[in-house]
């Protein structure tokens, strides 16, 4: 079997959850079958993976026309080096329509796996404009065309049925997010920490995400304002949407640094091996996201043996048991106020009780060692790629 994987991201431009899962999920692929990855960017040297830049004549062009242009050169490339290909597997809408057109173009399966959700994401049209029409209609068009549907959650699967009810409910696969716990597993070097002025000697609480409405920054903010005092806050926040957005979370940084000592903003993208530094030397790791299909970067924080703080939404409670790895917080758009009392409580508590978050931390590392292994993933994936061909 010869699979076609596309992708937006791959190593080593990688920024999201989904660069993560196609790079993990490609590595235990290759032990199995023989695939190709196809990945929007600069040339990698990787064999077997082609990269596509924006063709020349899109790049003034909205975003939304620009990965269109890409998809397009990708569903052109698939098979061609390699030989023929028994299925697609695209990951995101940017990369979507190209494996649409592929399936149509060689008559073979397309599978997609869903990391998120247009119609979920309205805050998209800030970045996209009227692109964020054209990407609801590609992820829209191939998912209602795919042979299957791969959800990483529970919580992940009703979205995709809601969204889209016309897509056969036997069609959509759960088959979650991974995590390589040899990779991400506690450290014990701090220099990380001394170069931004972290402290060990008193607690950090970690975020790490884009600057972007999804990952709810602009809550965590809000709310670090009444964390205990002497609490450290580590933002490992970059890439913002929009310019808009940008100058929002710089305000509201600005301001809280003005008000307590220990918050520390790191904007660029720090390697693995210093990130690990922070996961493993935090006490509390804060997803507040209002939209999260499951959350790689919890389940990162949980192998370095982080207790885990997050908003109850999508598949965030299939991977932080409540009680248990961490504690989830009730979010509602209606009620702001009360998601912000949530994280606040839910975060002091912890740091209240030292004994009870190293407890949660060493139960995240067993939940990942023990559910979340990219073998059996890519296993149970090269098994419903035979489902489809």
Request: aromatic letters at 6%.
């Given at each position: 079997m010869r699979a076609?994987?596309?992708?937006?991201?791959y190593p080593p431009e990688v920024y999201g959850g989904a660069g993560v899962h196609i790079e993990f999920l490609a590595r235990e692929l290759r032990k199995l079958i023989d695939i190709e990855v196809h990945c929007f960017g600069a040339d990698r040297s990787e064999p077997g993976v082609h990269a596509y830049r924006t063709p020349a004549g899109l790049s003034g062009a909205n975003a939304a026309l620009g990965t269109f242009g890409v998809d397009l050169e990708i569903a052109a490339g698939i098979g061609s080096a390699g030989g023929p290909v028994d299925v697609v597997h695209s990951h995101t809408w940017y990369a979507n329509l190209a494996g649409h057109l592929a399936s149509m173009l060689y008559d073979v399966p397309h599978v997609v796996t869903a990391h998120s959700l247009e119609p979920l994401r309205p805050w998209k049209a800030e970045q996209l404009g009227g692109?964020?029409?054209?990407?609801?209609?590609?992820?829209?068009?191939?998912?209602?065309?795919?042979?299957?549907?791969?959800?990483?959650?529970?919580?992940?699967?009703?979205?995709?049925?809601?969204?889209?009810?016309?897509?056969?409910?036997?069609?959509?696969?759960?088959?979650?997010?991974?995590?390589?716990?040899?990779?991400?597993?506690?450290?014990?070097?701090?220099?990380v920490l001394?170069?931004?002025?972290?402290?060990?000697?008193?607690?950090?609480?970690?975020?790490?995400?884009?600057?972007?409405?999804?990952?709810?920054?602009?809550?965590?903010?809000?709310?670090a304002a009444r964390f205990a005092p002497g609490a450290q806050l580590a933002l490992c926040a970059g890439a913002p949407d929009t310019p808009e957005l940008a100058a929002e979370i710089a305000a509201g940084v600005a301001e809280l640094q003005s008000s307590r000592e220990g918050v520390v903003w790191i904007q660029e993208m720090l390697p693995r091996e210093e990130?690990?530094?922070?996961?493993?030397?935090?006490?509390?790791?804060?997803?507040?996201?209002?939209?999260?299909?499951?959350?790689?970067?919890?389940?990162?924080?949980?192998?370095?043996?982080?207790?885990?703080?997050?908003?109850?939404?999508?598949?965030?409670?299939?991977?932080?048991?409540?009680?248990?790895?961490?504690?989830?917080?009730?979010y509602t758009a209606e009620d702001e106020a009360a998601f912000h009392t949530g994280l606040v409580e839910a975060v002091n508590g912890l740091l209240a009780d030292p004994a009870r978050t190293r407890a949660m931390g060493l139960a995240g590392r067993d939940r990942a060692v023990t559910h979340y292994g990219w073998d059996a993933i890519a296993a149970r994936t090269v098994e419903l790629y035979r489902s489809v061909i």
């Open positions: 076609a994987l596309v992708s937006r991201e692109g964020y029409r054209l990407s609801s209609w590609a992820e829209r068009t191939a998912y209602e065309g795919a042979a299957a549907v791969v959800a990483v959650s529970k919580g992940m699967r009703q979205d995709i049925l809601t969204a889209y009810p016309s897509i056969d409910p036997a069609k959509v696969q759960i088959i979650p997010n991974g995590i390589d716990t040899e990779l991400y597993a506690p450290v014990t070097g701090r220099d001394e170069r931004y002025g972290l402290r060990e000697d008193q607690p950090i609480v970690l975020f790490v995400g884009r600057i972007t409405r999804q990952k709810g920054v602009a809550h965590l903010v809000a709310a990130l690990l530094q922070l996961l493993t030397a935090s006490d509390v790791f804060l997803c507040p996201s209002i939209y999260e299909p499951q959350g790689i970067v919890n389940l990162e924080a949980m192998a370095c043996e982080t207790a885990v703080v997050a908003s109850r939404v999508g598949g965030i409670p299939d991977v932080v048991v409540e009680g248990e790895t961490g504690l989830l917080v009730d």
